[in-house]
């Protein structure tokens, strides 16, 4: 059965970097686009970042110049490394794949 598998978060005080990942296993990982979304507490879930089959990245606008997403497809891995991080950015992040569920999420807390 195939699944995402969401790390990496935690806390981190404003200003810092976490590098989150997302494995997979099973199908063509290749030949999918990939997202991060988050969650905020009493917030719906947005959309933070995509990355095409050919490696394109999108970005939210609140995230652009401080968050990049790329993958790693020899791993089946998706990556989202987090720059500057601000309190706003607190959230469950999600990894997502088209035609599977969502997986647990990882927890990213930007405190001081």
């Known amino acids: 059965q195939v699944h995402l598998v969401e790390s990496g978060g935690g806390l981190v005080q404003p200003g810092g970097s976490l590098k989150l990942s997302c494995a997979t296993s099973?199908?063509?990982?290749?030949?999918?686009?990939m997202f991060w979304f988050r969650q905020a507490p009493g917030k719906e879930r947005e959309l933070v970042a995509s990355i095409s089959r050919g490696g394109s990245p999108n970005y939210t606008d609140s995230v652009k110049g401080r968050f990049t997403i790329y993958r790693d497809n020899a791993k089946n891995t998706v990556y989202l490394q987090m720059n500057s991080l601000k309190p706003d950015d607190t959230a469950v992040y999600y990894c997502?794949?088209?035609?599977?569920?969502w997986g647990q999420g990882t927890q990213v807390t930007v405190s001081s």
């Open positions: 099973g199908s063509i990982f290749s030949a999918y686009d």
């Open positions: 997502k794949r088209a035609g599977l569920p």
